[in-house]
């Protein structure tokens, strides 16, 4: 039951009708890590190095979604997802940060929203990240991670196992002058095959990043009994610096008992970063179907140049191992 506590204070409050679907959900998720930094920016004069251990919370969250049927054909829809640290309690400056938030409706002709949410270039990464929101994370040498503010988005019925997802996003310009290279009206847009055994997507961001930036994607994950195989090549373009790069990505996970699996994953890519290298492996231990005991090792590299503006010297030589536990709800 996913109907907690506090889905039930909520109905004692309000009318039974207001609250008629809705769950709260979320994940903590921590971990006791050793570090070892020695990265530098030119840009703002950063630098890190030197070896500590620290406790990390990894994008831990909660959140509170559901709807409400209008008929038998439409439902609203609506979902307010915020991530929190368990390790010091504060999220920047504040105790929460916006994550995924949206109202929408959804019906037989599909589903279309509006909010601050990830892109269809995102979520089509799907699960081939087996360190999301780790040390490991994609976004360490790609980009296209985005999760962007006034968005909307249309996602059509499945269709044989195919779905596109097309999002629009707005910079709400009242019709100043904008420079080149800075955020702008963009567009998302993903076409995507599931079935059993496979999983393929293809996706493009135009201008979502900035003005004049576009990426392109497409991934790739083969189920084969216990193991799940997964690749992702990006191709990333810069039109106001002439920064055109790419980057590909593999990984692998082996249930090897119901309780028990290894992954690991391996990135090459100039996109993010000149000479960007992730790489990582990884053992789960599944105490329940919520909680997981996990460790890690992490190595994140690059050479001497940040990709969004080559000119600027930013190398890294990191490395990262731990242990945690993770528990979702």
Known sequence: MKKTLLAVTLASLFPLAAVADVVVYGKA??????????????????????????????????????????????????????????????????????????????????????????????????????????????????????????????????????????????????????????????????FSYTSPVFYGAIATDQDVEADGISLVRAVARLTLGPVQLGAMAEQYENDNTGFDEDGALVSALWNVTDKWAVKGQFGDSDVRWIDGEAASIGVDYKMTKAATLYGYFTSVENGVADAAAPTVDAHRDDTYGGVGMDFKF
């Open 29 to 190: 998720n921590v971990a006791l890590q050793s570090t070892d930094e020695a990265s530098y920016s030119s840009a703002n004069g950063n630098q890190a190095d030197g070896s500590k251990v620290e406790l990390v919370s990894h994008a831990s969250r909660i959140g509170v979604k559901g709807g409400e049927e209008v008929n038998s054909k439409l439902k609203v829809i609506y979902q307010f997802e915020y991530q929190t640290e368990v390790d010091d309690g504060t999220n920047g400056t504040q105790t929460f940060g916006q994550r995924n938030i949206f109202l929408g409706l959804q019906g037989v002709a599909g589903t279309i929203m509006g909010g601050h949410f990830d892109t269809p270039t995102k979520v089509a990464q799907e699960k081939i990240d087996l360190f999301n929101d780790m040390e490991g994370d994609i976004t360490n040498i790609f980009k296209g991670e985005n999760r962007v503010s006034n968005i909307v988005q249309y996602v059509t019925p499945t269709f044989g196992g195919f779905a596109i997802a097309a999002a629009y996003t707005s910079e709400e310009n009242d019709g100043t002058f904008k420079q080149a290279g800075t955020p702008t009206n963009g567009a998302s847009v993903s």
